[in-house]
């Protein structure tokens, strides 16, 4: 079921505050019923981590059961690929078919090029940085990036309940969206790692685009009821947004 990437551009990623569910919050053990669920509370999209063990303590998601995944939702695929080396994965979640591809610049030799290949096949490329990463490893890449991951905590670790975002959390996403106003790009900011509805509400829409929602907002248990949440949240921000509030 791949998906259109020009139809993508318009209808999902040029929209304000976009609120992008991570499925690694879901119960894993049934991944249709999750993706449904995603559907039907309004989200256009659903967060996939790909992670190969080595790069981050963890290995929540196969390429195999993402291909598989593909044919039972329309949701587009927004993937966030942590790994030491990256070439296998992209190859083969650009067959799948992805709308949103970013990769960690902390483990890449050549970010232009691995940018330029994801855009070739018309898919959104992009960047991740870990917290700690300064923003001047993007000094001459950002203008190819269709989107910025900022991570607020170490990748693999906020799972555990007891980490937060970095203290320098703000000042890092300021930093990010002055350098992207001041070069006059329409590059995305999206932010990831415990990230809260209180600060959906502080960022959006001005300061960040794209916001991967996770444990904060959404409960394995009973994920409806955060879904909902988040729902009657972005339809709050585009309403202020719109009455100019």
Request: glycine share 6%.
């Amino acid at each position: 079921m791949k998906t259109s990437s020009d139809s993508i551009v318009n209808t999902v990623w040029r929209k304000s505050c976009l609120i992008v569910p991570s499925l690694i919050t879901f119960d894993l053990s049934n991944l249709e019923l999750q993706t449904r669920r995603i559907a039907e509370s309004e989200c256009d999209a659903v967060h996939l981590d790909v992670i190969d063990g080595q790069f981050s303590p963890s290995m929540p998601l196969g390429i195999e059961t993402i291909a598989h995944l593909r044919k039972k939702t329309d949701l587009a695929f927004d993937v966030h690929v942590m790994a030491v080396k990256h070439d296998y994965f992209v190859d083969a979640l650009l067959d799948i078919g992805v709308a949103q591809l970013t990769f960690h610049v902390e483990t890449e030799a050549h970010i232009d090029r691995m940018l330029n290949r994801i855009r070739s096949a018309g898919v959104r490329a992009g960047v991740a940085l870990k917290p700690a990463t300064p923003l001047t490893t993007l000094e001459y890449v950002i203008e190819t990036c269709d989107t910025v991951l900022l991570m607020l905590t170490n990748p693999g670790y906020s799972g555990t309940g007891n980490e937060f975002p970095v203290p320098y959390a703000e000042r890092k996403i300021a930093a990010l969206r002055e350098m992207i106003d001041a070069r006059g790009l329409d590059t995305s900011i999206e932010i990831d790692g415990r990230v809260s509805k209180a600060m959906i509400a502080k960022f959006a829409p001005a300061m960040v685009d794209q916001f991967v929602a996770g444990s904060v907002c959404i409960s394995r248990v009973e994920p409806t009821t955060g879904l909902g949440e988040l729902a009657d949240l972005r339809r709050a921000i585009l309403g202020a947004q719109s009455s100019g509030v």
